[in-house]
């Protein structure tokens, strides 16, 4: 089952990429996300609402964690992914970019939480990037028609998410699955909603082409693939999961060769192969964690646990 939701999160993951360039020419970003997490935020506050157990209402505080978490992870995470797609960097490698998270989260977050790669994992974790980089990095080069500033962007995005994984494997409290997403989506909904009404771009196009992407986004990257990141951190771990980040750049080249029309090269297929590669080592065997004072190998506690089941 574990495989199983593996392989739905990296395709789900990597739609997002695919989904934003969708979107892209419809409306501009901050309009493209409003709707996007305005309509799920409608559909999923009536389904918390029902489903409530009593007496399990959390405090503020862990709402407003949650709020942190789900302004980190998906305001600040998406809002620069789109842009940057919207500058003209391509898919793949925005994915480059944001293919480097395993690697933050490795050398910052895991030993923060205790949670240390051995060395043959540290060797999976670079191989992973460099398997994504010789992907992506033609085209990072022949692109000079954007600005190089532009590459900032999605890496400024990366990182917000780091922080949300962080702050979320520390969160004190767990809540239920449902909550913790309705909270990030709603969150996220008052945000872009927020910045979309103050660049004059609420009123969304009646074009096909963006609700079609809108719909997309909702029901594979939100749901699928942003309810499968925390569900598998739950169960594999930071180390484990990050390492899958390393196929979202070949995936996303093989996706938009086939949507797109996007050359797919022998490059293109030397990347994906030494991605694979990348997570069959870091999977191996489970991270070394640093044992507590007279007890053996802990696994750190995940707390917001999404549904076992399928935002970016």
């Known amino acids: 089952m574990t495989v199983v939701l593996s392989v739905l999160f990296v395709l789900c993951w990597a ?21 996007r997490f305005l309509l799920l935020a409608a559909v999923l506050l009536p389904v918390a609402w029902v489903t409530r157990k009593r007496g399990s209402r959390p405090s503020g505080r862990v709402l407003g964690r949650q709020a ?17 797609i919207q500058l003209g960097v391509n898919t793949g490698t925005t994915a480059l970019i944001d293919g480097m ?13 205790g949670t240390s790669p051995s060395g043959r994992q540290w060797l999976g974790l670079v191989t992973g990037f460099l398997g994504v980089l010789v992907v992506t990095l033609g085209d990072a080069s022949a692109n000079g028609s954007v600005p190089w500033w532009a590459y900032l962007v999605p890496f400024a995005g990366m990182l917000s998410l780091v922080a949300a994984t962080f702050i ?62 925390w569900t598998l951190l739950a169960r594999l771990g930071v180390t484990r999961v990050n390492a899958l980040m390393f196929l979202m750049a070949p ?31 870091v999977a191996h065997r489970r991270p070394r964690r640093r044992p507590a004072a007279g007890a053996g190998e802990q696994r750190p506690r995940p707390v917001s646990r999404p549904a076992r089941g399928p935002a970016a």
């Open 251 to 281: 995936v996303t080249s093989v996706w938009g060769a086939v949507m797109f029309g996007e050359p797919f090269t022998p490059v293109t297929a030397v990347g994906l192969t030494v991605g694979l590669l990348a997570v069959v080592t």
């Open 101 to 113: 998270q395993p690697l933050v989260v490795a050398a910052l977050v895991g030993p923060l939480l």
């Open 68 to 84: 942190v978490i789900g302004a980190l992870s998906q305001g600040g995470y998406l809002l620069t992914v789109y842009a940057a």
């Open 15 to 35: 739609s997002g990429f695919v989904g934003a360039k969708l979107g892209a020419g419809a409306a501009p970003v901050t309009t493209l996300l409003m709707w």
């Open 168 to 229: 979320e494997q520390r969160s004190p409290a767990p809540v239920r699955p449902l909550t913790g997403l309705t909270v990030h989506s709603t969150t996220s909904a008052v945000v872009f909603a927020a910045l979309a009404l103050a660049t004059g771009g609420g009123v969304p196009p009646a074009d096909p082409p963006f609700w079609i992407a809108t719909g997309w986004l909702i029901a594979l990257s939100t749901l699928g693939g942003y309810g499968l990141y």
